[in-house]
């Protein structure tokens, strides 16, 4: 951590380490660096009031922060995405206000998020983790938009569907097979009707027709009965 001090009316940034006295089994241990332990903060219904303290987004080894149903306002500290190990944040049914950070996107631990019931607003930072989120998470704040609410941000358009494209090749296989197939049923047609007229026209036609078909059905008849 760093604090400032003020020398011969100067401020000057000094570091310090942060220390922790804890008596344990009648024996005091001073534990260095005390802020990498502190891994879960629940305050949950505590009526709190005033802003997040900003000294919060020093404790990097936080993996759960919970400070929902309190009076808490003010905007949600900027640098929010120090906290890497960060998996649970809840900050819901607050007076919170001001936009999301951008900085939250970049937390790829976080697996539960609630920042509904506030007074944020603006469009809901794009990232790969925001947008896996339920609607839920985001609910209860009018002003906000984007993905996963259902609300568009001022300016933005719905996508259109586009209607896919066929280049100049598909475009000729297509006319040509149309027009194979009409050649195909034309002659099959002409020859049809050529057959029938030939056979209703011509007796002798007629004739040598039934007798090749009387023949084909005597020999099925005999293969069949041997």
């Not at 303290?53 to 900027?78: A, D, H, M, V």
């Not at 794009?126 to 996963?148: D, H």
């Not at 296989?173 to 209703?200: C, D, Q, R, W």
Request: glycine share 8%.
């Amino acid at each position: 951590m760093d604090h400032w001090y003020s020398i011969n009316n100067k401020s000057v940034d000094l570091p310090y380490d942060f220390f922790l006295s804890l008596m344990w089994k009648g024996v005091d241990q001073l534990y260095e660096k005390a802020d990498i332990f502190l891994k879960t903060i629940d305050l949950s219904s505590n009526n709190l009031t005033g802003e997040i303290p900003t000294e919060i987004e020093y404790l990097f080894g936080l993996i759960s922060l919970n400070l929902s149903r309190n009076n808490l306002n003010g905007k949600i500290i900027s640098k929010i995405g120090n906290f890497k190990s960060l998996e649970f944040l809840d900050l819901s049914r607050n007076h919170l206000s001001g936009k999301i950070p951008s900085s939250l996107a970049h937390i790829d631990r976080l697996t539960w998020l609630d920042l509904s019931n506030n007074q944020l607003y603006g469009k809901i930072p794009i990232g790969t983790q925001l947008q896996t989120f339920s609607a839920s998470s985001f609910e209860g704040n009018s002003n906000l938009c984007g993905e996963p609410l259902d609300i568009k941000c001022p300016g933005e358009e719905p996508l259109k569907h586009q209607v896919p494209t066929t280049d100049a090749g598909d475009d000729d296989n297509s006319i040509f097979l149309e027009a194979l197939y009409m050649s195909m049923g034309i002659g099959f047609f002409t020859s049809f009707v050529g057959f029938i007229g030939s056979m209703v026209l011509l007796s002798s036609w007629r004739d040598t027709y039934s007798k090749f078909l009387n023949a084909l059905i005597l020999r099925i008849f005999n293969w069949w009965k041997h």
